[in-house]
């Protein structure tokens, strides 16, 4: 028998490896740049820190990109804008204070030098700024420059839409390929919501997310008389009046193609 001090060996346990958000962004981009080409379209692309490579920026500018990259802060970033970051005299006002400034930089890994934007916001109530850097070839004034990189929240917004309504995580099969079918009928069933917000709804209703068409639309409850010659369906008017509903049909019916 062993000694009592000597310890069993080891099972090698099953390490998953480990994924960074941005992995694979070449494969992905590419057939989109390829798709566009030719089309006399001005491609932008906007990414988050993750994205804040040299490759990230090499491949944009040689493909004639505009882009916007969250970039990293760094101490050599802060000394460029140690002038906005001092407090300012008397009570702060209530509505944020953003101030934006531009410079030229260039990180150690990068083969020339690019274009920063910084944005520093002070808000009521709160000792420091919050600070953010963007790496971009655009042109435009800094300001323009945020708010083209904040835009970045609408594909937030529609990817949170079909996390939640649609239920894209719920991939609960043991197996890569089923999975794989499940999510495709999760964005076919995402697009068809898409669908019918952006062609079946009235101006009444112009900004509904899906999870309120699904419980405007869908999850309702209602009462179905049949007779000899027609089903009647009739849906509570408690989220969808009448009126409106009459709306939304005959915008539907206005997608047909007419007889030829």
């Known amino acids: ?105 260039r990180a150690g890994s990068w083969g020339k030098p690019r274009r920063v934007v910084a944005k520093v916001e002070r808000r009521s109530g709160e000792l420091f700024a919050r600070v953010g850097f963007i790496v971009t070839n655009l042109s435009k004034k800094a300001e323009n420059v945020v708010s083209f990189y904040n835009q970045r929240g609408n594909c937030g917004r529609y990817i949170k839409e079909g996390k939640n309504p ?40 112009p900004s509904w997310s899906l999870q309120s068409i699904q419980l405007k639309m869908i999850k309702i409850g209602a009462k179905v008389i049949s007779h000899a010659r027609r089903t009647i369906f009739r849906p509570a008017e408690v989220a969808v009046s009448e009126a409106l509903f009459t709306k939304m049909l005959a915008r539907i019916h206005g997608l047909r193609h007419a007889p030829g």
Request: charged fraction near 25%; aromatic fraction near 14%; include cysteine.
């Open 166 to 205: 649609m239920s894209w995580t719920r991939l609960s099969c043991s197996r890569f390929i089923p999975n794989r079918v499940r999510l495709a009928l999760f964005v076919l069933a995402y697009n068809l919501a898409d669908f019918f917000r952006r062609f079946a709804l009235p101006k009444e209703a």
């Open 1 to 105: 028998m062993p000694p009592p001090s000597a310890q069993p060996p080891s099972t090698p346990r099953c390490q998953t490896p480990l994924y960074h958000s941005a992995d694979g962004w070449r494969d992905l981009l590419e057939p989109i740049v390829e798709r566009y080409r030719g089309t006399g379209k001005k491609l932008c692309y906007r990414g988050d820190a993750a994205f804040a490579s040299p490759d990230n920026y090499d491949y944009p500018e040689e493909k004639g990109i505009l882009y916007a990259i969250r970039l990293k802060a760094n101490a050599k970033l802060y000394e460029h804008i140690e002038h906005l970051l001092t407090r300012l005299v008397g009570r702060p006002p209530k509505k944020p204070k953003v101030f934006c400034h531009d410079f030229t930089y």
